[in-house]
């Protein structure tokens, strides 16, 4: 069984400081892991995804995320916020064991403030 | 390349009616799925197909929803009747195959408001 849960529901920052969304993980199987961003209105947008290679993995918009087998965790970052981040962002497990589904957690607002 | 392509994007309808949405997925996208998303919360996996035939539908609510992919293409999402607690957010989604790693496209999806 595979399960995802995000730490933090809202997280406000101000433009120009480092976001931090923290999200971890539970897979019966070695995971493929993704972040999501959902503008409003809008639909869901992958930001990046992890799949057993580089633990380090780089993103569209300046984002990034670290996946760490010790902590079962896959923290997304970016350096410098900007306005435009402002959505809502959900991470993704989907277990690597013949097929499987996506879970989503359930959701992180992020806020970003001039 | 266009993406997933979803229709209606908006629905207003009263309880006990019907409703159905449809989705175009990505060209040569064997993988469809549905997901269907409640205000505040992460979407949920309703009914996954490989093809025309359907993987996972052991999240549908099947005595009031219904999906096809008759030609292994696109999609149709049924619900009859509508209950208020089916307001939400109707995703489609496609992905090249069923491997794990592969990335899975969402569409703009369908807003359904049942009043």
């Known amino acids: 069984a595979q399960s995802v849960t995000q730490l933090d529901s809202h997280v406000s920052v101000s433009e120009g400081t480092p976001v931090l969304l923290r999200c971890n993980y539970s897979?019966?199987?070695?995971?493929?892991l993704f972040w999501y961003v959902q503008h409003p209105n809008k639909g869901l947008q992958l930001l990046l995804k992890?799949?057993?290679?580089?633990?380090l993995v780089k993103g569209i918009n300046g984002f990034e995320a670290e996946f760490k087998k010790s902590e079962t965790s896959f923290h997304l970052t970016k350096p410098s916020a900007h306005m435009s981040d402002a959505a809502e962002y959900f991470c993704?497990?989907?277990?690597?064991?013949?097929?499987?589904?996506?879970?989503f957690g359930k959701g992180t607002m992020l806020l970003v403030s001039p | 390349e266009a993406g997933v392509a979803q229709s209606p994007r908006y629905k207003i309808i009263e309880k006990r009616q019907s409703v159905a949405f449809w989705c175009n997925p990505i060209?040569?996208?064997?993988?469809l799925y549905w997901y269907q998303q409640i205000l505040g919360q992460g979407p949920k996996l309703l009914i996954q197909?490989?093809?025309?035939?359907?993987?996972?539908d052991s999240q549908l609510p099947k005595d009031r929803f219904s999906a096809e992919r008759l030609k292994g293409v696109d999609s149709t999402l049924k619900i009859q009747p509508a209950k208020l607690e089916d307001s939400a957010v109707y995703l489609c989604?496609?992905?090249?195959?069923?491997?794990?790693?592969?990335?899975?496209?969402f569409g703009e999806g369908s807003w359904l408001t049942v009043v």
């Open positions: 060209s040569g996208h064997a993988t």
């Open positions: 197909f490989q093809n025309n035939g359907v993987v996972d």
């Open positions: 992890y799949t057993s290679a580089a633990t």
């Open positions: 989604a496609s992905s090249l195959d069923l491997a794990s790693g592969n990335t899975i496209y």
């Open positions: 897979s019966s199987y070695s995971p493929s």
């Open positions: 993704v497990v989907r277990e690597n064991s013949g097929y499987s589904t996506l879970t």
